[in-house]
Every structure is written in structure tokens, then in C-alpha cells.
């Protein structure tokens, strides 16, 4: 009897915290404002008390959900409505480098070490501080990155050129196995795909960790490595 009135619990409140989720958008965790992220944090220890313990009474969890999604719908029609209020309860985008310069001050307030924008900026393919004439930490804790105008790449546009489509490249080999629909797709079979692999001196495609075409018709094809072997230490 007691494993049923699990079940319930999992069955009914379970939809309730898939709602709460969904109001926050398709946003990541790191993303997540940070009423988003505690009233997910909140709705699951409710929860989780709930469907762990049968002696806690289901109703008034189910109500504290409810609660909790009602709040949290009002939070964010507040947050529209109000400018002022929002930038009370929500955290600003701070500029943590400015004209090329790190801002200390601001650094310190946001608690962010020259190891975490050093990070930050890889992952916006910046490698040199050089080329960074702001960056702005914004409210997810994502870092905007303008980079100074001598190290902004040309675009074609501007240099009036014209530029042939580029889409998605196909998949036709994911970890020695073939995706023959999409062989098909293409017009191509097995056969052609095994001559291209013996062009490159692989016997079999048990030997391709990916492999895909792209919109040019030019063959991508890697067999992997199972580790780096650059003599480069990231260190700061």
C-alpha cells in the first residue's frame, strides 16, 4: 500500500514540478536568474520530501508547489511590468574590462578572479587580452566579449563579396556506425563511401569516429585520438 501512495505522489506532483521548469524557458542552469534557479531549488526539496517520506501529508506539498508556481508567475509578470523593481531583485551586467583594462573594483564586487575571465574568454575564442577592449559580465553569467576594432574579422559584406550557401553537414559515419539514410539522402551508397575511406587509408568504417559531408560535398572524416598530445599546460 505504501509503494502505491508513491506512486500517486511521483504521478501527481511530478507534473506540477515539469510546470514550474518550463516557466523558466529553455535556458540552461548557469542562465537561470536567480529567483528562476531557487524556485527550482525550492520545488524540488518540496518534492523530494514528499515522494521520499509517506508520513508528510501529500495535500499541503501539492499546495506549497502551487504556491510556489504562483509566486514565481507574479515575479515574472512583476519583473516586466517594473523596470525599477527589476533591477532591484535581478543582478545587472558589470563591466569587468574596460578600454582594455581590467576593472579591479568590479572584479571584487562580481567575486571574479582573473582565472575565471581568463576562462570565460576562452570559451569566446579570445587567447589574447590584447585584442579585448570591453567585457561585460552579464545577468546569466555569461561574458560579452567586443573585441577591439583591428581584431574584428572582415566580413564578406563589407567588402561587397558574394558567398556561396553553407548549411549543416550530414552525419554518415558516428563511432563505426554507418547512417545509411543519410547515404541515400545524398545519392551516394556504401560503395562510394568505402572508396572515399580508402583514399584516406582507412580499411573500414569500424575505424571512423565521425565522419559527415557538408553543403560543398566535401568530406570531413576523423578517427580520433584517445588523448592531446600538444606540449601546451593551461596555466595562467
Known amino acids: ?75 515574472s509578470i512583476v519583473l516586466i511590468k517594473s523596470r525599477k523593481v527589476a533591477k532591484l531583485l535581478t543582478f545587472g551586467p558589470v563591466v569587468l574590462i574596460e578600454n582594455g583594462q581590467f576593472v579591479k573594483g568590479n572584479m571584487k564586487n562580481s567575486k571574479y578572479s582573473i582565472d575565471n575571465i581568463l576562462t570565460l574568454l576562452r570559451e569566446k575564442d579570445v587567447f589574447d587580452l590584447n585584442e579585448v577592449e570591453f567585457a561585460i559580465l552579464e545577468s546569466t553569467g555569461q561574458l560579452s566579449v567586443l573585441k577591439k576594432s583591428q581584431y574584428k574579422p572582415i566580413t564578406p559584406r563589407e567588402i561587397k563579396i558574394n558567398t556561396d550557401y553553407v548549411g549543416l553537414s550530414i552525419p554518415l559515419i558516428v563511432e563505426g556506425k554507418i547512417y545509411k539514410e543519410n547515404l541515400e539522402r545524398l545519392n551516394h551508397d556504401e560503395k562510394w563511401l568505402s572508396s572515399q575511406l580508402k583514399n584516406s587509408n582507412i580499411a573500414s568504417e569500424k575505424e571512423v569516429f565521425y565522419a559527415a559531408v557538408n553543403t560543398k560535398g566535401e568530406l570531413y572524416i576523423s578517427v580520433g585520438k584517445e588523448k592531446s598530445s600538444s606540449l601546451h599546460e593551461l596555466r595562467h
Open 1 to 75: 500500500m505504501k509503494y502505491l501512495e508513491i506512486l500517486f505522489r511521483v504521478v501527481t506532483i511530478l507534473p506540477m514540478f515539469l510546470a514550474i521548469t518550463l516557466l523558466t524557458g529553455r535556458r540552461k542552469i548557469g542562465e537561470l536568474p536567480v529567483f528562476d534557479f531557487l524556485s527550482l531549488i525550492a520545488v524540488g526539496a518540496v518534492v523530494g520530501a514528499d515522494i521520499a517520506d509517506p508520513d508528510i501529508e501529500h495535500l499541503p506539498t501539492a499546495y506549497a508547489v502551487v504556491l510556489i508556481m504562483l509566486l514565481h508567475y507574479i515575479y
